[in-house]
């Protein structure tokens, strides 16, 4: 957000705040390492307001609760943004000297009143004005947020919902206040830095900008071309219009991962080639024509990851990887030279320092440095510089240079819409034990993985719809259908369902899902299935 | 929230008695939930709710009030094993508690088969005496023998007036407007506490802590809220002093408690009283619904446990958790019940405050429990610095080879220090205490070494565990003492009994284990009990 793809704040910060929001978070299952900072904020007396359709076990911590719609998050949020400004918590010297288009973003909420998000949301109005005074009195305030506002077809506007909640308080850019997107992995942070993603270059350097491109081509004896490449939902577009006919996949599984499971399985059996790097041989790799088996990040390689506070961390080699599985460094260097490009050492210190030459916000941050500093939070950018604890201070500078823009949201309704036939609200997440498809956390048998994968109901909609507990279930969405056991589940209100992802060969969960997509962020809104429950 | 609980389920009854203490569960389908951090404070009324409907406490009862109250089941467990008189395996509904501690022995006091044996209970007057619990849907507590007996003393009374007049205590008629009350809001609360500070008023409750400068120290705390708690968990052997006023002047206490309140500024008060006064229990809420005084009043009921009056541990058991002292400083006039400053003051203490504001009778007297080998056992009130051998002969005390003052945590006497001035002062320089009024009298018949192996076994049992001095040092001083009881000393017993007395006094967290050991080292070195 505004320019860099990191959330603001620290650790250190949340667990001083007086109030944490996590709004489409269920932390304490899915960020237990981020959970354990907010309950040593909750410990030392700090609020918790939990924003989810579902009452997780993050909201049953939660001094408040609101259990909103599914899709329903710029409603509650504009009404909160209305009834900030309705009670006078404006922080106005801020809004005049550090934003812009404060009086379109005024009216673009002026409709939503709390009655009138109470109607849409379903949340009611006296809980959505304590979420705003909450908000507009506290002192340091941390509003973090992750898949339940991104996994949606309008992921970005649901962000720029909320940001307009801290620009309008000015609860952004100083010690204690701030806007975090919780990262899923240890290094999802890092993959972004590193300019795993398609627009940027390392560092979020902006690729269409000529002096930066020329920068890296000397670097690297390359040219670039000046344009952005796909991300994954792009991807499989191309390969669907026939445009991309290969693909290199690398510590991924799309074959399950993915939204509308059958079109991805489709998709990527189409290829002419299909290379697939990872630890494991998943279900994508079963697809691939060549597969590379890599090493482990923890124990097997030397390198870093950088976490949801921006802090990069040392990994380093304790053993050697088995059988034939190589560092991933080895691979690609191994590649390149095969493809007839020579990138260097594959040295991690080597790979490192040439990233620090090329990203002013790694600059600072040499081996020698993170081992003494136990990591550094960027932007770090010379020797001298100790890392930042939180960033966008810039906006509370004498002058303003670069000024944060209000962005007004409209609210646009899940594409995946109830109607008779498809009845019921099927939205998808995770639990503590379990990671993702479960390349990593399935394959082992554990006594957390209680039951498997199942549908869980509430109790009413499961006598409703004459589906007993612990009974099997057909379940149906306009795409695909599947069966699972059911369970009733009393956290959840009628009309929602909840099922993980992570047992795709139980339940291949995301048969059902829809691939309806942000084209800003190219997230698929696997949390608004429609879906219907039949007798096996 | 993240609790991972026990199958078993509880009955439809036990639901029933859990819910009327914590409310009805919320139907499902609600957009709104909140999370009240107090709620584990229902804790230990629900425990007692659950055994009071079945007799004791199943694990479907626990693992129901674990999940109602967001607390893990293993923490439930260590509270609900905390409290001697909740029972985690299952035993009849109706249990007789037969007290065998140190004046009932003196009276006699036998376990009949099937009964169970108890530290005092309170009633040392009547003794011997016992406890009937007896479980189910209109659950009761006999206290037995169920009469109390008529006042001792009848003349130049203060405190007990009202008691020694007969005045009907379940009526606020009875008791007439509350004139101290009104007294002290024309006065402001500024000008109450400097009235109590002028007087000579000190706590009651064994520490002798001046109330004036207590109140102070709360009243100025910028923290809100401010609580008021009135520490009503006698529990020392012998005392049975706060019983009486609860059971007979029950509205005496209501408006003191809504002066402090007004003084202090706080809009909650609680009084915390042992669960072996069911009279107590019944008339304090019977005053408290009658009377409107401005001020919220919880009576909060214990389930057996001495350490619970020690005035931190009270606060853990208040709000739900073992009831472990905690570390002083900080004091519980900044950081009390719930971290908040809090004022505690003992039920005598309180009584005090009517009529100094008020301002009638301006003597300072103090409430004396005498039992043992007396003719007229009782509660009687001297003013201060009376000698206890005048106290003796209004008792009609047989003649003593020793007088226990101050209770289990006090010392032995011999004949010849009975003329010392009942004051503080006076208790000191015989180096004793008059901690909370007990008078126990050993005739010539009494047998001294059973009364110190009895106090011995009374702080091992009662020992919080929670430090290492009381919990190791009670468990090795009782069993010195029966080696030397039984004649098989092991090398000098008495050097290491000296050495634990030191050890506890100055090592332990709380008043428990420091007072641990003072009524047997006092039985050693001042009368000589055991000593050869």
Not at chain 1, 61 to 70: C, E, F, K, N
Not at chain 1, 317 to 336: H, T
Not at chain 2, 8 to 20: G, H, L
Not at chain 2, 364 to 391: H, I, M
Request: hydrophobic share 40%; net charge negative.
């Amino acid at each position: 957000m505004f320019g860099a793809g990191g959330g603001t704040s620290s650790y250190e910060e949340t667990r001083a705040a007086d109030l944490i929001i996590l709004w489409g978070s269920n932390a304490r299952e899915a960020h237990p390492i981020f959970f354990h900072h907010v309950l040593k904020a909750v410990n030392n007396g700090a609020q918790l307001m939990v924003v989810d359709p579902r009452r997780t076990p993050s909201a049953q911590w939660a001094d408040l609760w609101l259990g909103l719609d599914v899709g329903t998050d710029i409603p509650l949020a504009n009404a909160v943004g209305r009834e900030i400004i309705e009670a006078g918590f404006v922080d106005t010297e801020f809004v005049e000297r550090a934003t812009t288009g404060f009086d379109a973003y005024r009216e673009s909420v002026e409709p939503w009143t709390l009655e009138e998000a109470e109607r849409v949301t379903g949340v009611p109005a006296d809980a959505i004005r304590e979420l705003a005074h909450a908000y507009g009195q506290a002192q340091n305030v941390q509003l973090c947020w992750t898949l339940g506002i991104t996994e949606h077809h309008n992921a970005v506007d649901n962000v720029f919902a909320l940001i307009n909640l801290a620009l309008l308080t000015g609860k952004v850019g100083k010690w204690g206040s701030g806007l975090q997107p919780l990262r899923g992995q240890n290094n999802v942070q890092g993959g972004g830095d590193m300019g795993a993603i398609p627009n940027k270059l390392p560092g979020f350097q902006e690729i269409l900008d000529d002096g930066i491109r020329a920068k890296f081509d000397t670097a690297w004896g390359s040219s670039m071309p000046a344009q952005h490449g796909l991300h994954l939902t792009g991807m499989f577009e191309a390969m669907e219009q026939g445009e991309l006919k290969a693909v290199y996949v690398v510590g991924e599984n799309p074959a399950q991962g993915e939204a509308d499971q059958q079109r991805a399985e489709r998709l990527l059996r189409g290829l002419d080639h299909l290379v697939v790097q990872d630890l494991f041989r998943t279900a994508t790799a079963e697809l691939a024509d060549v597969v590379l088996p890599a090493a482990a990040t923890l124990g097997e390689v030397e390198g870093t990851v950088t976490s949801s506070e921006r802090r990069v961390q040392r990994v380093r080699k304790a053993y050697d990887p088995p059988g034939e599985a190589r560092d991933d460094i080895e691979i690609v260097y191994e590649l390149g030279r095969r493809l007839g490009h020579d990138l260097g050492s594959p040295r991690a210190e080597d790979v490192w320092n040439e990233l620090r030459s090329l990203s002013p916000m790694h600059a600072g941050m040499s081996y020698a440095r993170l081992d003494e500093l136990g990591g550094i939070q960027w932007p770090c950018r010379d020797e001298t510089d100790p890392g930042s604890l939180y960033i966008h201070d810039r906006l509370w500078a004498d002058v303003v240079e670069e000024r944060a823009p209000f962005q007004p949201v409209e609210h646009d309704p899940p594409v995946d819409t109830l109607d008779d036939d498809f009845p019921l609200r099927l939205t998808t997440g995770r639990r503590l034990e379990s990671f993702n498809t479960g390349v990593q956390s399935g394959r082992f048998s554990s006594p957390l993985h209680v039951g498997g994968e199942a549908i869980l109901l509430a109790p009413e909609d499961g006598e409703r719809y004459g589906v007993a507990d612990g009974s099997r279930v057909r379940i149906v969405s306009r795409r695909g259908s599947v069966e699972a056991p059911a369970r009733y589940d009393a956290t959840l209100r009628p009309g929602l369902a909840f099922m993980n992802l992570h047992f795709p060969d139980e339940v291949a969960t995301n048969v059902l899902t829809i691939d309806a997509t942000d084209p800003k962020s190219g997230t698929a809104e696997f949390k608004a299935t429609a879906i219907r429950l039949e007798a096996v | 929230m993240d609790l991972k609980l026990l199958d078993a389920e509880p009955t439809a009854a036990e639901r029933e008695a859990i819910d009327a203490v914590v409310g009805a569960e919320a139907a499902n389908g609600n957009r709104v939930a909140r999370r009240d951090r107090h709620r584990r404070q229902l804790l230990l009324p629900a425990l007692r709710a659950a055994q009071r409907r079945v007799g004791w406490v199943t694990p479907g009862a626990l693992g129901y009030t674990s999940r109602r109250l967001d607390v893990p089941p293993a923490d439930a467990y260590g509270v609900a094993t905390f409290y001697a008189l909740l029972a985690l395996e299952e035993r009849p509904p109706e249990v007789l508690h037969v007290c065998t501690d140190l004046s009932c022995r003196l009276a006699g006091a036998q376990v009949p088969e099937g009964a169970t044996p108890s530290p005092c209970l309170g009633l040392c007057e009547r003794a011997p005496a016992s406890l009937r619990t007896i479980a189910g849907a209109e659950p009761r507590e006999e206290q037995i023998p169920p009469s109390s007996p008529p006042l001792p003393q009848s003349s130049d009374l203060k405190l007990l007036r009202r008691i020694a007049d007969g005045l009907d205590p379940t009526s606020l008629e009875a008791y007439g407007a509350f004139r101290a009350l009104e007294r002290a809001r024309e006065l402001g609360p500024e000008r109450v506490i400097e009235l109590v500070k002028a007087s000579p008023l000190l706590g009651r409750g064994g520490a002798a802590f001046p109330t004036g400068v207590k109140w102070e120290a709360v009243a100025g705390q910028p923290a809100k809220p401010h609580y008021l708690v009135c520490n009503a968990d006698e529990s020392e052997p012998g005392t049975f002093k706060d019983r009486v006023l609860m059971e007979q002047d029950p509205f005496a206490l209501v408006e003191a408690i809504a002066i402090a309140a007004y003084a202090t500024g706080c809009e909650q008060a609680f009084i915390y009283v042992r669960a072996e006064y069911p009279l107590a229990h019944a008339r304090l809420q019977n005053a408290i619904d009658a009377a409107d005084v401005g001020v919220e009043i919880e009576v909060r009921i214990g389930a057996g446990a001495y350490v619970c009056g020690e005035e931190t541990a009270l606060f853990q058991s208040i709000e739900g958790y073992r009831g472990e002292p905690r570390n002083k400083p900080p004091f519980p006039v900044e950081v009390g019940l719930y971290g908040k400053p809090t004022v505690v003051n003992n039920v005598e203490t309180l009584l005090n405050v009517p009529e100094i504001l008020l301002g009638g009778d301006d003597r300072d007297t103090r409430l004396f429990c005498v039992s043992g080998n007396v003719a007229r056992p009782g509660l009687y009130e001297l003013e201060l610095g009376t000698l206890l051998s005048e106290l003796l002969e209004l008792a009609g005390a047989e003649p003593a080879k020793a007088v226990l003052l101050g209770g289990a945590a006090g010392s032995f006497l011999r004949p010849d220090q009975l003329d010392l001035p009942l004051s503080f002062e006076g208790a000191r320089d015989a180096g004793a205490t008059l901690g909370s009024g007990v008078v126990i009298v050993y005739g010539e018949q009494a047998d001294l070494v059973d009364a110190i192996l009895r106090i011995a076994e009374f702080f091992r049992d009662e020992s919080c565990g929670q430090c290492v001095p009381c919990r190791i040092g009670t468990v090795r001083q009782e069993e010195a003492l029966h080696r030397l009881a039984s004649g098989k000393p092991q090398g000098d017993e008495i050097a290491v009994l000296t050495d634990l007395t030191q050890v506890m006094r100055d090592a332990s967290i709380c008043g428990l284990g420091q007072t641990a050991a003072n009524a047997v080292d006092s039985a050693i070195h001042n009368l000589g009990v055991l000593a050869q």
